[in-house]
């Protein structure tokens, strides 16, 4: 397990970055549904909300993805609340970054960068040469802020899984998502 904590002088305390565990599947959950769907979404800067309906994830689905090997979902916590979280899977040279949330009134701060920064180092320590991601098309605004961080389109496109709510219920018949890759560097010694 790993954590890391820094403060950064009259701010507020910057989160703790850690591993979540079995324990943290509530706020979790509760976490990544603000960030994507419903009114409480829309108090950020990007939201699904006008994409799609229903639920984003939920607690099986969670209970599922901290259990599959090489693979992790990593909290920003601070004095107990979630402020955001990623999936980061590894292996055959690639990270996959996925499941990326910020509480909608963290949004805007840093924090996600921070998150993706944090995520690229534990895949490049990982051996991960790249790092791949999956983003719906029509979330333009969201993709230009992964291009501005040295993502690039490859051109492979992917099916929006409809007709399986797990996954959301469409408000458009034209889903799909894009694949954006950037490549990392060498692992730093001593990242972890």
């Known amino acids: 397990m790993y954590t890391e904590q820094t403060a950064h002088g009259g701010a507020p305390p910057a989160p703790e970055l850690r591993q979540a565990t079995r324990e943290d599947i509530p706020a979790l959950t509760a976490l990544v549904e603000s960030a994507y769907r419903g009114e409480r979404s829309r108090e950020g800067w990007t939201t699904e909300a006008d994409l799609l309906d229903g639920q984003r994830v939920d607690p099986a689905m969670l209970a599922e993805t901290l259990e599959r090997p090489a693979t992790a979902v990593v909290v920003a916590e601070r004095h107990g609340e979630l402020l955001a979280c990623c999936e980061l899977e590894w292996g055959g040279g690639d990270g996959y970054f996925g499941m ?3 509480r909608p009134t963290q949004q805007g701060t840093g924090l996600g960068g ?79």
């Open 100 to 102: 990326f949330a910020v």
């Open 114 to 192: 921070r998150m993706l920064d944090h995520a690229e180092r534990l895949a490049a320590a990982r051996g991960c040469r790249r790092m791949r991601m999956k983003v719906l098309r029509q979330r333009t605004d969201l993709i230009a802020w992964y291009e501005r961080r040295g993502y690039r389109p490859t051109g492979e496109t992917f099916p929006f899984p409809y007709g399986d709510k797990r996954f959301g219920i469409p408000k458009r018949p034209d889903l799909e998502f894009v694949e954006l890759v950037v490549p990392l560097p060498p692992a730093e010694d001593g990242a972890h």
